[in-house]
């Protein structure tokens, strides 16, 4: 049973940082892709980053220079450190992971595993 569970997010202020944790069991880590989301009230969902199995990485370009997205495939374990925070950034944040044949569906949107999501904050 594949399980994601997010940690670490929080509140902060405008220029702040956060890094958000997911931490992953149930199925071969290494070798799925794996992505982070966020939606913000009365919004969509937006992709923020992916890691492909072989660590490959995109960004969108709302986020592309301030957040890295990192994975320990020892710990099992995905991050995405944040950077410069915005007001903007503020939105419940999950992740995602599928295994490879799926990747292009987890980037669309339509991962097959979800986490619980963590909420980031951004006073300004």
């Known amino acids: 049973q594949v399980r994601l569970v997010e940690s670490g997010g929080g509140a902060v202020q405008t220029g702040g940082s956060l890094r958000l944790s997911c931490a992953a069991s149930g199925y071969t880590y290494s070798t799925y892709c794996m992505g982070w989301f966020r939606q913000a009230p009365g919004k969509g969902r937006e992709g923020v980053a992916f890691i492909d199995g072989d660590a490959t990485i995109s960004y969108a370009d709302s986020v592309k220079g301030r957040f890295t997205i990192s994975k320990d495939n020892a710990k099992n374990t995905l991050y995405l450190q944040m950077r410069s925070l915005k007001p903007e950034d503020t939105a419940m944040y999950y992740c995602?992971?599928?295994?490879?044949?799926?990747?292009?569906?987890?980037?669309?949107?339509?991962?097959?595993?979800w986490g619980q999501g963590a909420q980031v904050t951004v006073s300004s």
């Open positions: 995602a992971a599928d295994s490879p044949p799926f990747c292009d569906y987890l980037k669309d949107g339509e991962a097959t595993y």
